[in-house]
Nanobody, 126 residues
Framework: QLLLVESGGGLVQAGDSLRLSCAASGRTFSRHYMGWFRQAPGKSRAIVAA????????YYEDSTKGRFTISRDNAKNTVYLQMHSLKPEDTAVYYC???????????????????WGQGTQVTVSS
């Protein structure tokens, strides 16, 4: 079982950068795929980025490609989301999530994830 705690959210201006962190407690972090999702008001929760257990492969939602980078440090049980060139439309609550390898590299839908953090608010002003 994993307990996930996000940090690093805040209020920034358009064009700024922000790095989110998600610390996991539990001995199986390195065996889980990790994902970052976001949910804006009135919208459903959607994938932002995901990373395989060893960290060799990543996935990005189209609107974040080239601006966001997901990474992980398995020795620290932590996954990161580095965000650059932030836009007002990036405003949302950001969640980290963990899933087992049961569904393999199928990382998009939220239902394949077993564990969720409480979320951290990111607000980008124009």
């Amino acid at each position: 079982q994993l307990l996930l705690v996000e940090s690093g959210g805040g209020l920034v201006q358009a064009g700024d950068s922000l790095r989110l962190s998600c610390a996991a407690s539990g001995r199986t972090f390195s065996r889980h795929y990790m994902g970052w999702f976001r949910q804006a008001p009135g919208k459903s929760r959607a994938i932002v980025a995901a990373i395989t257990p060893p960290g060799r492969n990543t996935y990005y939602e189209d609107s974040t490609k080239g601006r966001f980078t997901i990474s992980r440090d398995n020795a620290k049980n932590t996954v990161y989301l580095q965000m650059h060139s932030l836009k007002p439309e990036d405003t949302a609550v950001y969640y980290c999530a963990a899933k087992s390898s049961y569904h393999g590299d199928y990382v998009n839908p939220s239902w394949v994830y077993d564990y969720w953090g409480q979320g951290t608010q990111v607000t980008v002003s124009s």
